[in-house]
């Protein structure tokens, strides 16, 4: 028996059986040419559904984008929009697999699709309607994990062996990289860490509960904020205001980071109070799974210091232990919105490996 990598063993999957601190070395130890393979994520978020091709060292070779479907569409014209984006890809690059990041709930199996908020996706079998539309074996991840596993293999959470990402986007992406693979939980839903509640009886949340972390630390939070402020024709608000072309609606996050760099006092204020519960949140996060490193990303971290600095500082006032522990690092995304496609892809590499080891095997049981 030869060409098997590994000999008569096929190669094991480090990080989708969890095999823990060996799983990078047996990466490594894989043949460089699998490790090439380019394949296709598709980030499918609430108004863009973006995919590309990902080489090996996780570079975008080429990327397109198209508008999500309307909520009020059926699943099949999601898929078709998947398909069609991914076919034309693959007539352009000879690729070995698609991971799909989906913002929702997604099975433990990766397969099914349990919820998700911006489409009409409810217990959809997502994997096996597209492996049987596609040629190509086929993940389905969520996305906040997406995210963090390319952060963790290419970005800022790289060497770290424990590491929490957090995405700060309408609300707040969460997810464990532990030891080499992405920590699921049970049912395939740990890393909710927005719906954490921070504040009994506070801001009502769209999960039908009050006061969870993410209405206090998000883009959301921080537009909601600003307009609050401008509704209420506060004075320091005004030159915010006139940025926005003098209406509350036309303020936007990007519109209070890019006044916050500035130097406009208010908006500045407006980005330490969201960092303030950022800080909050990471130190409760901290209690409980004691990482190495908070890596934060989404839009709202394009303010950098201006809000990752206030979120150090009380998370050092606030941990629990703190003076006789050694302290996680907070540090800033680096893949920026690439995030979740490189990293569906790259975990579609994993499958993609399997299946061309089955595969030849197949063919070499055949010939003997
Ligand atoms: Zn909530």
């Not at 490790?35 to 978020?45: A, F, H, N």
């Not at 049970?186 to 509960?209: D, I, S, T, W």
């Amino acid at each position: 028996m030869t060409g098997t990598p590994g000999g008569t063993r096929p190669p094991v999957l480090p990080t989708l059986l969890g095999l823990g601190p060996r799983a990078e070395r047996r990466r490594r130890a894989l043949p460089a040419g699998i490790l090439r393979l380019p394949t296709i994520g598709v980030d499918i978020g609430g108004t863009k559904v973006v995919a590309g091709v990902v080489d090996g060292e996780g570079k975008v070779l080429e990327k397109l984008r198209t508008d999500t479907p309307d909520k009020s569409k059926s699943p099949k014209v999601v898929e078709d929009v998947i398909v069609e984006l991914v076919l034309q890809l693959a007539d352009r690059h000879d690729v070995h697999a698609v991971g799909i990041g989906a913002a929702g709930w997604v099975d433990a199996d990766r397969s099914r699709v349990l919820f998700a908020p911006h489409l009409n996706w409810r217990n959809e079998p997502l994997q096996q309607a597209l492996s049987e539309r596609l040629r190509f074996p086929v993940i389905v991840e969520n996305d906040a994990n997406a995210a963090a596993w390319a952060e963790w293999r290419f970005g800022a959470g790289r060497g770290e062996d424990h590491m929490v990402m957090l995405t700060l986007g309408t609300g707040i992406g969460g997810a464990v990289v532990r030891d080499g693979y992405v920590d699921r939980g049970k049912y395939g839903l740990a890393g909710e860490f927005g719906h954490m509640q921070v504040l009994p009886g506070g801001h009502r949340c769209p999960c039908g509960n009050r006061g969870c972390w993410e209405q206090y630390s998000s883009g959301n939070a921080l537009v909601r904020d600003a307009r609050e402020l401008a509704a209420e024709e506060s004075p320091v608000v005004q030159p915010l205001l006139a940025r926005a072309g003098g209406t509350a609606d036309g303020i936007t996050g990007p519109l209070v980071t890019e006044a916050a760099r500035d130097g406009d006092p208010t908006a500045i204020e407006l980005l330490y109070e969201v960092g303030t519960w950022l800080g909050v949140g990471i130190a409760n996060l901290a209690a409980a799974l004691d990482p190495g490193r908070f890596v934060i990303g989404g839009g709202v971290s394009e303010s950098g210091d201006l809000l990752l600095g206030p979120a150090r500082d009380t998370f050092r006032r606030t941990l629990t232990g703190r003076g006789f522990r050694p302290e996680a690092t907070i540090v800033h995304a680096a893949l920026g919105n690439e995030a979740g496609l490189v990293g569906a892809a790259d975990l579609a590499r994993q499958v993609a490996r399997r299946f061309r080891t089955i595969k030849r095997r197949r063919v070499e049981r055949t010939a003997l």
